[in-house]
């Protein structure tokens, strides 16, 4: 029984290592937790993303991921948006 769950940890082990070596391979196809960014182009992935700043919470975040509205705010989240929003 004892030699069972080392087989079980042992699995797990090489399970999570092969996933391991999957994500930190570049170049790949990638998992599905590591493509947020690769709408644009699947082959020309730009490694610094153009950063802006939420009006509301001042936080950093890439330009893709902002939301503008018409006075031409950045925000990084609707959310924020709405909570600026007179
Ligand atoms: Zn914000």
Known sequence: MKYLIWL???LAVVV???RAKKTIM???MG???GSAGSRQSKS???EVEHMVQCAHCNI????SEAV???SGQVFCSVE???LSAP
């Not at 950093?60 to 330009?63: L, Q, T, V």
């Open 8 to 10: 079980v940890v042992a």
């Open 16 to 18: 999570w290592l092969k």
């Open 26 to 28: 570049p170049g790949g």
């Open 31 to 33: 998992g599905a937790a």
């Open 44 to 46: 020309q992935v730009p």
């Open 60 to 63: 950093h975040f890439p330009a």
């Open 68 to 70: 503008t509205d018409a």
């Open 80 to 82: 924020h948006l709405r």
